[in-house]
């Protein structure tokens, strides 16, 4: 080899080698904290999935289940798809209780491979049946070694640990259906039976090709509180709508009784 190429893959090398180590030092960013908020329970995963990054989303949101009375408590997401599976359980009237990173497991990971898993996020619905889901992006998902290391985690996973084993990919739910329900979820924060009852029953004796304005202006309520709670019965499943499409007043809305 010439000394010009030798040059070359020297530098070529070391730029490598600093590559990685950047990248190996992103991944060891101090985690983020979140203090103590009056009258919130703190985080009770296993694992805070909170760091500063340049590429993956992080967040963070008060949630209420009839686990904890609806007493608010803090949920931390590693991803935009995690976040999003978690309200999508909130919405859910069967749904009990959610849990972020709540069961981790060891696993007999090779050379370089992870040594445990800790799930993404755990539901339990109201029959007592329990879930675990693990969340990833699609692109990871269609990875050669995903399949492997999947099976690999159910493998090891104990049989008492969930009565269900689920894979999401960020792909299940569209940026609009996430958005739509954050909306849904911040009028979650207003109830208001009453209300709920009132929109679901005139929505069920609605003409076909109603709108959402229709419905709050033959409610007879404020505004606002006919609007939250076509949103949550919307989110509860009782009023259905096209949830791909940013929800407001001139989108289309029916009753969803049978």
């Known amino acids: 080899m010439s000394d010009t190429l030798?040059?070359?893959?020297?530098?070529?090398?070391?730029?490598?080698?600093?590559?990685?180590?950047?990248?190996?030092?992103?991944?060891?960013?101090?985690?983020?904290?979140?203090?103590?908020?009056?009258?919130?329970?703190?985080?009770?995963?296993?694992?805070?999935p909170l760091s500063r990054s340049d590429t993956s989303y992080k967040s963070g949101f008060l949630m209420r289940t009839k686990a904890n009375d609806y007493e608010p408590v803090v949920a931390l997401n590693d991803s935009d798809a995690e976040e999003a599976v978690k309200i999508e359980a909130i919405l859910q009237p069967n749904v009990y209780d959610v849990q972020c990173q709540p069961v981790k497991i060891k696993l007999l990971g090779g050379k370089g491979e992870p040594k445990s898993h800790t799930f993404d996020v755990g539901i339990q619905?109201?029959?007592?049946?329990?879930?675990?889901?693990?969340?990833?992006g699609q692109i990871s998902l269609d990875s050669s070694?995903?399949?492997?290391?999947?099976?690999?985690?159910?493998?090891?996973?104990?049989e008492n640990a969930a009565d269900e084993i689920v894979v999401i990919s960020d792909a299940s739910?569209?940026?609009?259906?996430?958005?739509?329900?954050?909306?849904?979820?911040?009028?979650?924060?207003?109830?208001?039976?009453?209300?709920?009852?009132?929109?679901?029953d005139l929505i069920d004796h609605a003409s076909v090709g109603s709108r959402l304005e229709d419905i709050v202006a033959d409610s007879g309520l404020p505004e606002s509180v006919a609007y939250h709670a076509i949103m949550r019965m919307i989110g509860a499943g009782r009023i259905g709508?096209?949830?791909?499409?940013?929800?407001?007043?001139?989108?289309?809305?029916?009753?969803?009784?049978?």
């Open 241 to 258: 709508a096209e949830r791909d499409a940013v929800i407001d007043y001139p989108s289309q809305i029916w009753s969803t009784k049978l």
């Open 173 to 200: 739910f569209s940026r609009v259906y996430r958005d739509n329900n954050r909306r849904i979820l911040m009028c979650l924060m207003m109830p208001n039976a009453e209300a709920d009852e009132g929109v679901v």
């Open 125 to 136: 619905y109201d029959c007592g049946r329990t879930k675990l889901i693990y969340v990833r």
């Open 145 to 158: 070694t995903s399949k492997s290391r999947i099976a690999n985690i159910v493998r090891h996973t104990p």
């Open 6 to 48: 030798k040059e070359l893959s020297a530098i070529a090398t070391k730029s490598v080698k600093k590559e990685k180590a950047a990248k190996e030092k992103r991944k060891r960013r101090a985690q983020l904290k979140i203090g103590p908020i009056d009258g919130v329970r703190p985080y009770e995963g296993l694992h805070n």
